[in-house]
């Protein structure tokens, strides 16, 4: 009669509970958050930065650890994620957005998101169209690719070997990252809620400044302002730790950052605003606009406070404050009769609406001569100069000092 050696047993089943490494359960929380931040660390740094945007490049060591760790950690194929990307910025905010809120509502996007990914993954013109430049050497095509969900299979045994039982919880922590991350909060709430720094053509938004969980893809704002620039963060109260990792590689040379978003350069105000000055506004459109939107919030805020000495109502203005720097378009249909009734009664209001709007076209109008354009933005800045209205007066002479 066979009897169990107790003692195997009994090893066997606290090897089942604890692992081989019996860790404390803040320690197998901090190595879950550790592995997890190295997936997004992955993700943004390799998958959107390097190879979606071209915006780096970075040297064999890293490249090759970022793709055996998307390996393990996703199973994600890089050409898959690359080309659904760059489709997302191609057709941003279209129906032929892979996932954008806009179209698809958000709570699809929250909670359908991983799912989206998957059915786009298969779309064959997709692929072909948007995966090119994507890594196509031997381990990519027999290994990451052919066997792309062998790679999370290993870190499930790798996790239950290591802590026991509890290496389940570890793992799907693990894989529900990105998806609740990426495919939920960025692609999801980075295009339907947070704070704006630029009137990108599209619905994208800053969910926080401090991009630290996400490693920096919070400021999705700023990257659809900027899509080809390597570093997220353009405000002093930003925070893109992908970036740090990146300086920090860039030190040892496993980096090489090709762009950074541009930053306006303000030097002698010019007399009269030339092709320079032009060539200054069309190159940092989006931070003049952002300046511009400043100027308005603050007339704004001047016609409040004469109104409230004045003892008068302020509710249209104040409820339309909110929307004045904002594209026409991207006001919601239910705010705009109040943008409509505020610039009625404010002339001031009404008066720099349309001249931003004019001057929003300068770049616009792709017909127009270069010579043709620089006349049209001297006497732009000579008529704002003339308006009589101190803020709109304040940046004419700031967009003549303004550099390339």
């Given at each position: 009669m066979f009897l169990p050696d107790w003692a195997v047993l009994n090893a066997a089943i606290d090897l089942l509970a604890h692992g081989l490494?019996?860790?404390?359960?803040?320690?197998?929380?901090?190595?879950?958050?550790?592995?997890?931040?190295?997936?997004?660390?992955?993700?943004?740094?390799?998958?959107?930065r390097t190879q979606a945007h071209r915006a780096m490049d970075l040297g064999r060591i890293p490249s090759h650890f970022f793709r055996f760790w998307l390996w393990l950690g996703t199973g994600m194929v890089t050409k898959e994620w690359v080309a659904i990307h760059r489709k997302h910025h191609a057709k941003c905010e279209t129906e032929d957005d892979p996932h954008s809120p806009q179209t698809r509502g958000i709570e699809t996007v929250l909670w359908r998101g991983a799912e989206l990914y998957r059915e786009e993954a298969k779309n064959k013109e997709t692929m072909a169209k948007f995966g090119h430049g994507t890594p196509d050497d031997w381990i990519e095509r027999n290994l990451y690719t052919r066997f792309s969900w062998q790679g999370v299979g290993l870190m499930l045994i790798l996790n239950v070997a290591l802590f026991g039982a509890i290496g389940l919880t570890v793992w799907a922590v693990q894989m529900l990252w990105i998806p609740i991350t990426a495919a939920g909060v960025i692609n999801g709430i980075g295009h339907y809620w947070g704070y704006r720094n630029f009137e990108a053509p599209d619905a994208s938004t800053n969910i926080v400044p401090w991009g630290v969980l996400i490693g920096g893809e919070e400021l999705h704002n700023n990257h659809h302002t900027y899509p080809t620039a390597a570093k997220f963060s353009v405000k002093k109260y930003e925070f893109d730790i992908g970036w740090v990792y990146i300086s920090l590689m860039q030190k040892i040379g496993w980096a090489k950052v090709k762009k950074v978003p541009p930053k306006l350069r303000l030097g002698a105000v010019r007399p009269?605003?030339?092709?320079?000055?032009l060539e200054a506004l069309i190159a940092h459109r989006y931070e003049v606009m952002a300046q511009y939107g400043r100027e308005l919030r603050r007339a704004c805020k001047d016609e409040i406070a004469v109104l409230k000495a004045r003892g008068h109502d302020l509710g249209t203005l104040k409820g339309a404050r909110r929307w004045v720097h904002r594209d026409a378009d991207r006001v919601p249909a239910s705010f705009r009769p109040q943008v409509a009734q505020a610039r009625e009664a404010h002339p001031v209001l009404d008066k720099m609406l349309t001249m931003r709007e004019e001057l929003r076209q300068m770049w616009l109008?792709?017909?127009v001569s270069r010579e043709q354009l620089a006349a049209d933005l001297a006497a732009w800045c000579r008529r704002a100069e003339e308006s009589g209205i101190a803020r709109l007066q304040q940046f004419a002479v700031g967009l003549r000092s303004a550099h390339a």
């Open positions: 490494l019996d860790l404390s359960w803040w320690q197998i929380v901090l190595y879950t958050l550790v592995t997890t931040h190295i997936t997004i660390a992955s993700v943004t740094i390799f998958l959107h009269v605003a030339d092709e320079k000055t109008n792709t017909h």
